[in-house]
């Protein structure tokens, strides 16, 4: 079963779960586990996430209006420049542009990168831990992009950090990722580079 790009996540995860539930006496002896890969998990803990941040930003903006009323050069720098996202709670690389509709059919916000973890599993890890059949593991993977045509760059196998720098001009982001996560000198390698530049809100992939 495929979502269609468009269609709300937590829409379709509630409709099936609603339809697996109507066909559980017809089933009956038969278990389906519908818990191994649900991606409105990972919505519903990006809203929590938000909601948390919502209130964090409203107590710094309270601070932060009276210290731009004192410096009215500061508080005009801040009106036109672009937001910036980064995350990392997926454990996987994306990079893309956010948008006024969250698809690629809205006006472009600004960029969005979250970047891989460190040690914990990946989505493809996760898949191998919880018996996903390789096969259909590397499917779903493949999936990704084709799913969220937003993104201009997804690896959901490689472990990692961004580097970011910013200046004046343009926002510059690099996917870092070692060869192993076991070994302490494993060599760092540069999986993607992404620019920003300033008062285009659009990434663009640099290599």
Known sequence: MDKRPGAS???????????????????????IDSSIFRPAVYMHRAIDHLTLLVIIAGVLAAFAIAA??????????????????FSGDIHTYFAGTWTTTG??????????????SISSYTIAENFKQNGVP????????????????????????RHGYALATVTPEELRVDFRSPT???DPNARVETLARFSVESGNPVLKVVS
């Open 180 to 182: 192993s996560t076991r």
């Open 103 to 116: 698809r690629s059919d809205g006006k472009p916000v600004g960029p969005e990168f979250v970047a891989g």
């Open 68 to 85: 731009f009323l004192l410096h009215l050069r500061t508080a005009l720098v801040a009106m036109v420049s672009i937001l910036a996202s």
């Open 9 to 31: 996540t937590l829409a379709v995860t509630r409709e099936l779960q609603n339809a697996l539930e109507d066909m559980a006496p017809g089933l009956r002896g038969v278990h």
């Open 134 to 157: 390789e096969a259909e593991a590397a499917l779903l993977v493949e999936r990704l992009p084709e799913n969220n045509p937003h993104l201009a760059y997804v690896n959901s196998t």
